[in-house]
């Protein structure tokens, strides 16, 4: 089959001449095919460079005719302008065009006219959307790319009937952006109004309604270097949302690297912004700690619920089971569906839920990475979408979760610091679980995960010159 893609400024009369020979062997021949792509005239330079550069091909005016070398995408061969393509269709199909200057001309006109009347009406039909924006950092991740179906989803955004996806990467070329937004528009979800990619700061977190910051910096520089630029970028990060994001933005924080500082550094650069607004997911480690303890007593991870994490998410924290129920457990004691027993009643070996077992939930995301050579992004998702889906409310209010939240006098820990704590979520928003015992040994271990990310927080980098962006 031939497939060719017509493209050309809406008043160039040659564009025009050049659309009704290809309509005349389209009814003519059975397999060819033709898109067209008419472009307003003040839009025509930028986006014929804008192909050329993709593609690598060199051309300067219009038309631009390249053929598809499968039916279904891929890099195009390039053909060239109108005389190409009439020698092309002379030459293979015998079929040429008389077309008069008169005729080409008016035609030219009716295009541009058309073409400006479909613009406009695109333009109001957007003017009376009013989409979610949601940004993501990081987006050529590997959790980015798992993340998005998922996040693309009425579960996820179930009152909300349009969604502006913004995809951000720093350390992304303008190629690879392109294409994995052509990947998300494929998806093709009913939710999705537009896909936006961005490689650097210019419009950053523009009106965003939820920021989803990811690991986003993969360099292999050193701790001190990797401290040294996140904290740099965050900063940045902090007030840019400070500015331009909606007053109501909901911000997660994710990754392996600097979780807590992170959050830290942005509450710390957006004072206009509710600190409420911002967390850090402790979702993942929940979920490792969930498929250690479900190995252990033999049933499915998903048996196991409410364990909590307090601390350092990426650094020094503690699993806490003392409100950790296990369903399904096979034991002397059975019921129905329903009936849940507690894990501690269950596993009395104090020394290996002291020890092992916290040595081998640390060690569970660093066996998948050296398993599989990337990070743990399919249990980094699937902690994002879960603290997301809780925000909009889809678990009940007695459903405990683990995040990373500003410290305000509870549990007698410093203010001023991002540490990880049970929370619930109602109405859109999170409180802290207060239904929990801290005894003494609970309480120095958090102690000692504050003092270390106090330290870190007041060994990071220099302040550095406010925001040339707003």
Same mark, same amino acid.
């Given at each position: 089959? +031939?497939?060719?893609?017509? @493209?050309?400024?809406?008043?160039?009369?040659?564009?025009?001449?050049?659309?009704?020979?290809?309509?005349?062997?389209?009814?003519?021949?059975?397999?060819?095919?033709?898109?067209?792509?008419? %472009?307003?005239?003040?839009?025509?330079?930028?986006?014929?460079?804008? $192909?050329?550069?993709?593609?690598?091909?060199?051309?300067?005016?219009?038309?631009?005719?390249?053929?598809?070398?499968?039916?279904?995408?891929?890099?195009?061969?390039?053909? =060239? =302008?109108?005389?190409?393509?009439?020698?092309?269709?002379?030459?293979?199909?015998?079929?040429?065009?008389?077309?008069?200057?008169?005729?080409?001309?008016?035609?030219?006109?009716?295009?541009?006219?058309?073409?400006?009347?479909?613009?406009?009406?695109?333009?109001?039909?957007?003017s009376l959307i009013q989409p979610l924006h949601v940004w993501i950092t990081g987006a050529l991740?590997?959790?980015?790319?798992?993340?998005?179906?998922?996040?693309?989803? +009425?579960?996820?955004?179930?009152?909300?009937?349009?969604?502006?996806?913004?995809?951000?990467?720093?350390?992304?070329?303008?190629?690879?952006?392109?294409?994995?937004?052509?990947?998300?528009?494929?998806?093709?979800?009913?939710?999705?109004?537009?896909?936006? %990619?961005?490689?650097?700061?210019?419009? @950053?977190?523009?009106?965003a309604s939820i920021i989803l910051l990811l690991d986003d910096f993969r360099n292999d520089a050193g701790n001190e270097?990797?401290?040294?630029?996140?904290?740099?970028?965050?900063?940045?990060? =902090?007030?840019?949302?400070?500015?331009? @994001? #909606?007053?109501? %933005?909901?911000?997660?924080?994710?990754?392996?690297?600097?979780?807590?500082?992170?959050?830290? /550094?942005?509450?710390?650069?957006?004072?206009?912004?509710?600190?409420?607004?911002?967390?850090?997911?402790?979702?993942?480690?929940? #979920?490792?700690?969930?498929?250690?303890?479900?190995?252990?007593?033999?049933?499915?991870?998903?048996?196991?619920?409410?364990?909590?994490?307090?601390?350092?998410?990426?650094?020094? &924290? $503690?699993?806490?089971?003392?409100?950790?129920?296990?369903?399904?457990?096979?034991?002397? $004691?059975?019921?129905?569906?329903? &009936?849940?027993?507690?894990?501690?009643?269950?596993?009395?070996?104090?020394?290996?839920?002291?020890?092992? &077992?916290?040595?081998?939930?640390?060690?569970?995301?660093?066996?998948?990475?050296?398993?599989?050579?990337?990070?743990?992004?399919?249990?980094?998702? #699937?902690?994002?979408?879960?603290?997301?889906?809780?925000?909009?409310?889809?678990?009940?209010?007695?459903? %405990?979760?683990?995040?990373?939240?500003?410290?305000?006098?509870? &549990?007698?820990?410093?203010? =001023?610091?991002?540490?990880?704590?049970?929370?619930?979520?109602?109405?859109?928003?999170?409180?802290?679980?207060?239904?929990?015992?801290?005894?003494?040994?609970?309480?120095?271990?958090?102690?000692?995960?504050?003092?270390?990310? /106090?330290?870190?927080?007041? #060994?990071?980098?220099?302040?550095?010159?406010?925001?040339?962006?707003?």
């Amino acid at each position: 089959m +031939a497939k060719f893609v017509l @493209a050309g400024k809406a008043d160039c009369p040659y564009y025009a001449k050049a659309e009704l020979l290809a309509d005349v062997l389209q009814r003519s021949l059975p397999n060819f095919r033709v898109h067209k792509i008419s %472009v307003l005239p003040a839009e025509w330079k930028e986006w014929l460079e804008s $192909i050329c550069e993709r593609n690598g091909w060199k051309h300067n005016n219009s038309p631009l005719v390249w053929r598809e070398l499968v039916e279904q995408g891929g890099k195009g061969m390039l053909l =060239g =302008g109108f005389s190409d393509f009439l020698n092309h269709c002379q030459d293979y199909y015998g079929i040429t065009s008389d077309m008069s200057t008169d005729v080409m001309q008016r035609i030219a006109a009716e295009n541009l006219e058309t073409q400006s009347s479909l613009t406009a009406e695109e333009r109001h039909c957007l003017s009376l959307i009013q989409p979610l924006h949601v940004w993501i950092t990081g987006a050529l991740s590997l959790t980015c790319q798992i993340l998005i179906p998922s996040l693309l989803s +009425a579960e996820v955004f179930p009152k909300d009937a349009a969604v502006a996806l913004h995809l951000l990467d720093l350390e992304g070329d303008e190629e690879e952006m392109q294409r994995l937004k052509m990947d998300v528009e494929d998806l093709a979800p009913s939710v999705l109004l537009q896909v936006i %990619v961005h490689t650097d700061l210019d419009q @950053a977190f523009h009106e965003a309604s939820i920021i989803l910051l990811l690991d986003d910096f993969r360099n292999d520089a050193g701790n001190e270097t990797k401290l040294r630029v996140t904290t740099e970028h965050y900063r940045e990060y =902090g007030h840019l949302i400070d500015v331009r @994001a #909606n007053k109501q %933005v909901k911000v997660i924080v994710s990754g392996d690297s600097f979780v807590n500082l992170r959050c830290s /550094l942005l509450v710390e650069n957006a004072p206009s912004i509710n600190s409420h607004q911002f967390v850090a997911t402790a979702t993942q480690l929940e #979920n490792e700690a969930r498929a250690v303890l479900a190995k252990k007593m033999r049933v499915r991870p998903s048996d196991v619920t409410d364990v909590i994490v307090w601390g350092n998410v990426s650094g020094s &924290f $503690i699993i806490d089971l003392q409100r950790a129920k296990v369903f399904n457990y096979r034991g002397a $004691i059975r019921g129905p569906a329903s &009936f849940s027993q507690s894990v501690l009643q269950i596993l009395h070996d104090r020394k290996w839920l002291e020890t092992e &077992f916290q040595q081998q939930v640390r060690l569970q995301r660093v066996v998948v990475v050296s398993k599989t050579g990337h990070a743990a992004a399919i249990s980094a998702t #699937n902690g994002i979408l879960t603290v997301l889906k809780a925000w909009h409310g889809a678990y009940g209010q007695d459903e %405990v979760f683990s995040v990373g939240v500003l410290c305000t006098g509870f &549990f007698k820990l410093p203010y =001023g610091i991002i540490l990880s704590v049970p929370v619930t979520f109602m109405d859109g928003k999170w409180s802290v679980l207060l239904d929990v015992t801290v005894d003494n040994k609970l309480q120095e271990e958090l102690k000692l995960c504050a003092k270390e990310l /106090l330290q870190v927080f007041h #060994n990071k980098a220099p302040k550095t010159k406010q925001s040339t962006y707003s």
